[in-house]
């Protein structure tokens, strides 16, 4: 774990009220986390959530969360505003970076840092737009949509494999938890075909993620898991190559309104990108 990141500041493993105050400062960004995150991301990698703090006090946050030996994942990078432009960004930077040593990185870049973090080594393989609006679907009644359940867990961890770089099974197994999120499956003939997580967000409801063999699966999914949002608004971050998931977040009346480019360090997984319509998060990946 790092240290010290200079004699001003300080850098240790995040306390539970930390990554609170950090999730709050990601909601003042527009980043919109959920509202019952927190766990199933310390859940991932408890060592892999750092704050940078001046005198004790909290200024600055990042998660370099490890993965597997080979696969980690960078997010939450922020600067309390009144302390940025003094260097103590890239001092946590490095930190956090010294976390990952020896594994390949993912991030998922805002706009105005990403030159930032290709001078870092970081080389974008795609954009990811997240879409918004208010769809007015009614959930399909398809018996091949079945809630994620103990019975279910195990295929659906199975399923979720190829489509991130490194197992993730203690992740998945909170944020499958039905008590902050529903998660849904569409199974036909026995094998999953697809499935997709919502949850509830200090604006509206995310879906994510959102993997599926095709588009029938993936609007069928989708259809069912907005219904949940009854109205509310709903967010989905689309990979921009999917060009089918892109048509489908159109399709049901949804917008642009952010965007990041997925960026690695170390190389680039290959990851079924036409089978994913949404991504889990911006913050890991």
């Not at 306390?15 to 990601?26: Q, V």
Request: glycine residues 12%; aromatic residues 10%; proline residues 7%.
């Amino acid at each position: 774990m790092p240290s010290g990141a200079s004699a001003e500041l300080t850098v240790r493993v995040m306390t539970d009220r930390d990554l609170h105050l950090a999730i709050g400062w990601a909601a003042a960004e527009g980043w919109n986390p959920g509202l019952s995150d927190a766990a199933c991301f310390q859940a991932s990698d408890p060592a892999g959530f750092l704050v940078g703090c001046l005198g004790g006090e909290p200024v600055a946050s990042i998660s370099v969360v490890r993965y597997a030996a080979s696969f980690g994942f960078l997010g939450f990078y922020i600067v309390r505003p009144d302390r940025r432009g003094r260097g103590f960004g890239r001092r946590l930077w490095q930190a956090g970076l010294d976390h990952l040593t020896g594994c390949v990185v993912g991030l998922d870049g805002v706009v105005a840092q990403q030159d930032n973090y290709a001078r870092s080594g970081f080389v974008p393989a795609h954009r990811n737009v997240r879409y918004g609006g208010s769809p007015q679907v009614e959930a399909p009644a398809d018996p091949r949509l079945t809630a994620v359940g103990p019975d279910l867990l195990d295929a659906v961890l199975a399923y979720d494999r190829p489509f991130f770089p490194a197992p993730r099974e203690a992740f998945l197994r909170c944020w499958l938890q039905p008590d902050a999120r529903a998660a849904l499956a569409y199974v036909e003939d026995g094998a999953v075909k697809g499935y997709g997580v919502i949850r509830a967000c200090r604006t509206g409801h995310k879906i994510g993620p959102l993997f599926a063999d095709g588009a029938r699966e993936a609007g069928a999914l989708f259809r069912a898991l907005a219904a949940r949002a009854g109205g509310a608004p709903v967010f989905l971050d689309v990979p921009e190559p999917n060009a089918s998931a892109v048509r489908m977040a159109s399709s049901y009346g949804l917008s642009p309104v952010f965007e990041t480019a997925r960026m690695y360090r170390g190389g680039r997984p290959d990851l079924p990108l036409a089978a994913i319509y949404g991504i889990t998060s911006f913050e890991l990946g």
